[in-house]
């Protein structure tokens, strides 16, 4: 039985301000209605249904989308934080032998722009059969052109079974050993797609990496399961190598081999295979927007809701959220993730969040803020609550704009209605529910030392966030 795995623990660096470590790429509708992630569930072949890996913070990204697009899983692996795919692919396979023993495992990135979705089917096919004898498959795409940001497979040339063996991996090469392996019939970028039976994966794995088989073993047998929810042990995760599988296996094993993918493939993995992905205008420009360009080539602007003029530009790219702005070289746009790594350092918020952040109970959008206050919109889904909280720098006013709410004050429950308001000092125990069929509406007022998201201590919650 066919068990598609889709990890999607990734954290989209490369591609901020619209990617933010608490809502990755992979959960980002760009220009449709779909994300990566959904679109990714729905190219995948007919079979089981998916098991998915990801960060534990996007557990309910990962609920949501699924039930918009009205898929189910075979369980939801969450890591308690990254240990490359080596580790993720294991437990994955862990999983897979619980439901079926004779399972094959299909791995998937959540972050792929695929062609021909016909032609990737019939490749996933012959790489089935090749699993089914034991083969570790990897899948290959042709180079395009000389790709800096992706990795290499190098093979052999190809035999009469359409399969080639791979001689080793390389790593995001430099433009001068891109431009040899574009040019070259043995290289083919590295999709980041295999398939294995997960026994033979299992086995693999004790015999070249046994501590992380143990680890992630151990670490799904002591999992807090929470419905389809599996949230690993952190303290066995912990001990895992960060090792890809490309390393920990593939390249050290004699059973690998690579099926080439006849599609075009895409990992949207920056700003500039963003742009590489999509249909530009006559002057090489792609644009999403209120955009207005005079006299602009080659470049990439995406805009939010205000207009964004540009003129005399050429290899640009524009990015502009409701609460950042990014400006830089597009052909130079891998640079970014120096960029998030030197923000990261300062703690700045744009970077976790957006201004509109979901919650279990339904989201908030941050509306303004400066030192010392915050102004909030939260929506409360009807039949939620939030989490049973207090805070030790900041009081909160709440006022209900549409809907009932009621609130727990320490011992005391109120009910509000639309044009009441309450006051939440600091310290003071505290939760806001809705308890009727309709949306709850509420401006939150934070005044304090701090208004970050860190300060807020949860006593209660319904949603295992303790």
């Given at each position: ?45 007919d079979c089981e249904d998916p098991i998915i890996v990801c960060n534990q913070n996007h557990r309910f990204h990962v609920s949501d989308q699924l039930q918009e697009i009205k898929k189910t899983s075979n369980g939801v692996i969450l890591e308690p934080f990254s240990k490359n795919t080596t580790a993720a692919i294991t437990v994955s396979a862990i999983r897979a032998l619980d439901l079926c023993e004779e399972s094959v495992l299909l791995i998937l990135s959540s972050d792929h722009l695929i062609g021909d979705i016909k032609q990737f089917h019939n490749s996933i096919k012959l790489g089935y059969e090749l699993a089914l004898d034991n083969k570790l498959v990897a899948f290959g795409a042709h180079p395009e ?322």
């Amino acid at each position: 039985m066919l068990y598609p795995v889709i990890l999607a623990g990734g954290s989209g660096t490369r591609l901020w301000p619209l990617s933010r470590r608490f809502k990755p790429k992979q959960f980002i509708a760009f220009e449709n209605n779909l994300s990566l992630f959904q679109e990714t569930i729905l190219r995948i072949p007919d079979c089981e249904d998916p098991i998915i890996v990801c960060n534990q913070n996007h557990r309910f990204h990962v609920s949501d989308q699924l039930q918009e697009i009205k898929k189910t899983s075979n369980g939801v692996i969450l890591e308690p934080f990254s240990k490359n795919t080596t580790a993720a692919i294991t437990v994955s396979a862990i999983r897979a032998l619980d439901l079926c023993e004779e399972s094959v495992l299909l791995i998937l990135s959540s972050d792929h722009l695929i062609g021909d979705i016909k032609q990737f089917h019939n490749s996933i096919k012959l790489g089935y059969e090749l699993a089914l004898d034991n083969k570790l498959v990897a899948f290959g795409a042709h180079p395009e052109n000389p790709e800096t940001g992706y990795g290499y497979i190098n093979c052999e040339p190809d035999n009469k079974e359409n399969f080639s063996k791979i001689k080793k991996f390389i790593e995001k090469p430099d433009l001068k050993h891109a431009k040899v392996f574009c040019n070259s019939k043995d290289f083919f970028w590295n999709c980041g797609i295999f398939m294995f039976k997960a026994d033979f994966f299992i086995d693999q794995i004790k015999n070249y990496e046994r501590l992380i088989y143990e680890n992630c073993k151990d670490a799904y047998a002591k999992s807090i399961i929470d419905g389809s929810f599996y949230m690993l042990n952190e303290e066995s995760y912990s001990l895992n190598k960060n090792i890809s599988i490309d390393y920990a296996l593939m390249e050290r094993t004699s059973e690998a081999c690579m099926v080439k993918l006849n599609t075009q493939w895409q990992d949207v993995g920056s700003w500039e295979s963003f742009w590489k992905s999509k249909h530009k205008n006559k002057d090489l420009n792609y644009l999403q927007g209120n955009i207005y360009t005079q006299n602009v080539q080659d470049s990439l602007i995406y805009g939010s809701k205000k207009l964004i003029a540009a003129s005399d530009l050429e290899d640009i790219l524009v990015i502009d959220t409701d609460d950042a702005l990014l400006v830089a070289r597009k052909s130079e746009s891998q640079n970014i993730k120096s960029i998030v790594e030197n923000l990261s350092i300062e703690n700045k918020d744009e970077l976790l969040f957006h201004s509109r952040v979901t919650r279990p109970w339904g989201y908030f959008q941050t509306l303004d803020f400066a030192e010392g206050y915050k102004v909030k919109r939260l929506i409360i889904n009807s039949m939620s609550k939030i989490s049973l909280q207090k805070h030790n720098f900041r009081s909160e006013h709440w006022v209900v704009i549409r809907g009932e709410a009621s609130v727990t004050l320490e011992k005391e429950i109120f009910k509000l209605s639309q044009n009441e308001s309450i006051f939440i000092p600091i310290g003071k125990i505290h939760r806001l529910e809705n308890k009727t069929n309709e949306i709850l509406e509420i401006i939150e007022v934070q005044t304090g030392m701090r208004v970050d998201e860190d300060d807020i201590e949860r006593l209660e919650d319904d949603y295992q966030r303790i």
